[in-house]
């Protein structure tokens, strides 16, 4: 893969060097195009030294001036040149001013025409402080720049070069070597569907402050729906108390208790064409809240009830055609209880996730399971979420080639024989 990689002027520009390295060593070849402020935190040697290349810094310094005047190809004007020699462009770090320089169109240096020139996939990775990440403008840009079918690696929380905490750390480089590797292989497998995906762990109240709740910290629903959206689905995402940045370009509906996931649920469902149940729903509810806050008391008894299994409602009330995938959070017998769990929910495929230890699974940035369909068994190894979750649409992607002829509204026999090797233990 020949990727384009245009480095901001932020101070996550370093980062930048180690997704260089990282890009080249996954075997891409990498041409590093910098904006004058971006020479200012990193220097040209050191992309030129980490990618082979020499590094591309201005609208007037044509780097190959031998082709220049080449007479036979006409005038060859660089920012144009690069564009149609490259699979892929990459932004990282893209500053709250280049997002702005994008979605306006403006051209104003060398990259900002590359962009403007180019026709291939562009994947930004943000980085800014957390008041300009949040900021109606730069939000407002970036939805334009996903209307554009522009990818956007959402940045994470945590500290910020200003000293602050919150949203608006570059996406580590892995991250976005994993974005780039899977847009690069999979462009839009999965336009015309629409994928309702739940995540994070549904809160039910004891009293006006106190609640039970779960682990769940929402990163492997937010994950898939990163990876529909690159793979040009439309996703309508329902989360319950996560504290992550939502992916841009989703209808985004916030909920606190099984009970309002279960409506909006219901509510959005004939919108979906797929539905993935990856919330921790809390299987018990307490009867009788409290409006107030409970005085502390030597103990506390209190009754609680089960809620609703809503993945079942789902089953029952989805259209032909629609697939439905569950998931499993277990702590032992794997495999066993996602074959029970696939038997006796009637959906079409469950991930059975390990949650047992605190590498993978709950509140961790990585997950490790199985997923089960009626043809097929498949191990997932530890790997990132993000990686996970794109292995689990390539087979919900492989059950709908496999299952539903476009048109009719009768689901053929599921054998996906085409899928990936049968899980052996
Ligand atoms: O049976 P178990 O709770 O393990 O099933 C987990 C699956 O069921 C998950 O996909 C979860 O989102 C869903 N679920 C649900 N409603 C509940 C409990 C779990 O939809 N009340």
């Known amino acids: 893969m020949k990727i384009l990689l245009g480095v901001c002027g932020g101070i996550a520009a370093y980062k930048s060097a180690e997704l260089t390295r990282e890009l080249r060593r996954r075997g891409a070849t990498v041409q590093v195009i910098m904006t004058a402020n971006a020479e200012r935190f990193v220097t040209p040697l050191t992309f030129a030294a980490l990618s082979g290349q020499q590094v591309m810094t201005s609208l007037w310094q044509p780097v190959n001036s031998d082709v220049a005047t080449d007479e036979a190809h006409g005038f060859d004007i660089e920012h144009i040149r690069v564009t149609q020699d490259a699979d892929l462009l990459v932004i990282a770090p893209a500053t709250a001013n280049f997002i702005a320089t994008m979605a306006h169109g403006f051209s104003d240096d060398l990259l900002s025409s590359v962009c403007l020139a180019a026709k291939m996939p562009i994947i930004i990775a943000p980085a800014m402080n957390s008041n300009m990440w949040s900021h109606p403008a730069t939000q407002s840009n970036l939805v334009t720049l996903r209307q554009r079918n522009v990818h956007i690696v959402a940045p994470g929380s945590g500290e910020l070069a200003c000293g602050m905490v919150g949203d608006g750390r570059m996406a580590e480089p892995m991250q976005i070597a994993d974005h780039v590797f899977e847009l690069g292989q999979r462009t839009s497998d999965l336009a015309g569907e629409t994928i309702l995906i739940t995540a994070g762990g549904t809160r039910e109240p004891i009293d006006a402050v106190r609640y039970v709740g779960n682990r769940s910290s929402g990163k492997m629903g937010f994950a898939l729906a990163e990876s529909a959206l690159a793979r040009g689905a439309k996703v309508i995402l329902i989360s319950a108390s996560t504290a ?84 499993a959070a277990e702590t032992e017998n794997i495999l066993e209880e996602g074959r029970r769990k696939l038997r006796e929910k009637g959906v079409d495929m469950i991930v059975a996730n390990d949650v047992s230890g605190s590498d993978t699974g709950f509140e961790s940035d990585d997950n490790a399971g199985v997923i089960l369909w009626e043809g097929g068994e498949v191990r997932l190894h530890r790997a990132s979420k993000r990686s996970m979750a794109g292995r689990i649409l390539d087979h919900l992607h492989g059950v709908r080639k496999e299952s539903v002829t476009p048109g009719t509204d009768v689901p053929l026999a599921r054998s996906p024989s085409s899928l990936d090797p049968i899980f052996s233990g």
């Open 244 to 327: 992550i940045p939502v992916p841009v370009g989703c209808d985004h509906l916030r909920v606190t208790t099984a009970s309002e996931l279960e409506q909006q649920v219901l509510t959005q469902l004939d919108r979906a064409s797929m539905v993935i149940m990856a919330a921790a729903v809390s299987d018990y509810r307490v009867v009788s809240p409290a409006t107030r806050k409970l005085k502390k008391q030597a103990s506390l008894t209190l009754e609680l009830t089960q809620t609703p299994d809503i993945l079942r409602q789902v089953v029952q009330a989805r259209a032909a055609g629609t697939l439905v995938v569950g998931f």
